[in-house]
């Protein structure tokens, strides 16, 4: 059923990217991506400085004993390995996580649970960052004077959903639901032949929900770094039109940042978001008085960036499989 869904998903991924490319002349779009030039270098540079702010941003969702386990350069690798298998397997932005946590233990000597709970700790903090990043760009939107009202209802409504679902996921961390629902299910005749599984379940919420007791300043750091990542995205957002010769406001970049994300994100279930990502921008950029074309082109810079960064991840996986911590 699982793989059924994600075929239908990538299905209607496939059927925007269909439409979207249909729109614009693919020609022009060619030029405009000939025409970024040098400029694309500069991009890669910004987005390696976005992985190592993220990095930073993980590390502080490790308890302060445990990161005296790695360098922050073993952490960033592994974060690399990591998100390049999010990208090519089936499972989306989840494939990759058990891969970082048997990582950690393999070269680094922690335990699974505490791999898996510093990324479950630092997807939280991760999208808690993306939520006031969000505020300033609805704002925006909310002020613009081009952008219809019924986009700018559907941007709030769709922030509004999204801030209240990641509000539930922390809330079900801290409170520590997740062990009492194994705790529960182990009582059960079905939970009671579960019981190992279950009782791991309940040990990664001991630490997840210790680490919001007693961390609450490193979730604030963590939640910090993260959000100075979204904010270099907009300095690369602004690198990318510059040298295809549009010079926007930071008000403007904010506003289609913020708008591209929320698509993104709200676009999980299609992989990759492929269509999404394009039909999106070419939406957001059409609203703003400005060419489609420009939108496909972004969309596209942003797919190489994708595809060269997971080959370099993929690559260091690579290295990491022939050349084993001793």
């Known amino acids: 059923m699982t793989k059924l869904l994600k075929l239908i998903f990538?299905?209607?991924?496939?059927?925007?990217?269909?439409?979207?490319?249909s729109t614009v002349d693919l020609l022009a779009v060619a030029d405009l991506l000939i025409k970024l030039g040098y400029g694309f270098i500069i991009i890669l540079i910004l987005y390696s400085s976005v992985t190592w702010v993220d990095t930073i941003a993980w590390k502080n969702n490790f308890k302060q004993e445990e990161t005296r386990q790695f360098s922050l350069w073993s952490?960033?690798?592994?974060?690399?390995?990591?998100?390049?298998?999010?990208t090519i397997?089936?499972?989306g932005t989840l494939g990759g996580e058990p891969i970082k946590a048997q990582l950690l233990k393999e070269r680094h000597g922690l335990s699974l649970k505490q791999g898996m709970a510093s990324q479950v700790i630092a997807r939280t903090t991760f999208l808690i960052a993306l939520i006031?990043?969000?505020?300033?760009?609805?704002?925006f939107t909310m002020q613009s004077e081009i952008i219809s009202e019924k986009i700018k209802m559907a941007c709030l409504l769709a922030m509004g959903i999204l801030s209240i679902l990641i509000l539930f996921f922390l809330i079900f961390q801290v409170t520590g639901t997740l062990g009492k629902l194994a705790r529960w299910a182990s009582n059960h005749p079905l939970g009671k032949k579960m019981g190992v599984f279950l009782s791991k379940l309940e040990l990664l919420d001991q630490g997840i929900s210790s680490y919001y007791k007693n961390d609450i300043l490193r979730a604030t750091i963590s939640v910090s770094y993260a959000f100075v990542g979204w904010v270099i995205g907009l300095a690369e957002l602004y690198v990318t039109l510059y040298f295809l010769g549009y010079n926007l406001s930071l008000t403007d970049l904010w506003l289609i940042e913020a708008m591209a994300q929320l698509i993104r994100n709200a676009s999980f279930f299609i992989p990759l978001?492929?269509?999404?990502q394009e039909g999106g921008l070419l939406l957001i950029f059409t609203a703003l008085g400005m060419p489609g074309t420009l939108g496909i082109t972004v969309s596209f810079v942003r797919r190489i960036k994708e595809l060269l960064w997971v080959c370099f991840g993929l690559a260091l996986g690579w290295g990491t499989a022939f050349h084993?911590?001793?």
């Open 10 to 21: 990538l299905l209607i991924g496939c059927l925007l990217l269909g439409w979207a490319v």
């Open 75 to 86: 952490l960033w690798c592994i974060r690399q390995i990591g998100e390049a298998y999010n």
């Open 89 to 91: 397997t089936p499972l």
């Open 132 to 139: 006031l990043f969000f505020i300033p760009g609805m704002f």
């Open 273 to 276: 978001s492929i269509g999404a």
């Open 324 to 326: 084993p911590g001793k």
